[in-house]
């Protein structure tokens, strides 16, 4: 029996549309480098005006897939259970976000079109998810998985191998990395 293998979405397979919606918000050109903490929209001060911007926006219009993400998942697809697993709610807009899953729907259809619907699990809270294997930028996600796998972002690029490792977490620092761990 195949394992079964959590993928996250966001800053892993694609990447760049909410920062591309912030610097058309404030009108800057911030880089990721720019940010530390998990959340870039910490930085807009008008939460309330970016966000009604945001809703007017598909952030995954401005987003790119990650090198090498779609042929890597589509050899993981065959090897192992492959399932998306990804959160569609902002913190600051729970009630709005319905359209966000819409957007991450068809984009996921569209651009990985070899990973079937029936494989996205769209939620909230990933503690949830018992998977054998996980992959994903944020480190909490990767509870309760058997080989965890913390895939390179912005935010997270500080925590050191030395800290990982007493975790049990490996990093990748790209696709072809997680090839070579999976
Ligand atoms: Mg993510």
Partial sequence: ????????????????????????????NYTEDYFKSFYMQDIVEDKEAFFKFFLTKNMYDYCKLSENAYEVLEYLNEKYDLFIGT?????????ESGKILL??????????????????I????KSVLDFEVKIDDKEENLEGAEKKI????????NISDEELKTKAIERALNWLDVKKLL
């Fill in 1 to 28: 029996m195949k394992k079964k293998l959590m993928v996250d979405m966001d800053d892993v397979i694609v990447n760049g549309g909410l920062l591309y919606i912030i610097n058309d918000f404030l009108g800057t």
């Fill in 87 to 95: 959160s569609y709610i902002f913190k600051e807009i729970p009630k």
């Fill in 103 to 120: 957007d991450k729907f068809n984009y996921l259809q569209d651009k990985l079109p070899f990973i079937s619907p029936y494989k996205y």
């Fill in 122 to 125: 769209f939620l909230g809270d």
């Fill in 150 to 157: 913390l895939f390179t972002a912005y935010h997270n690029k």
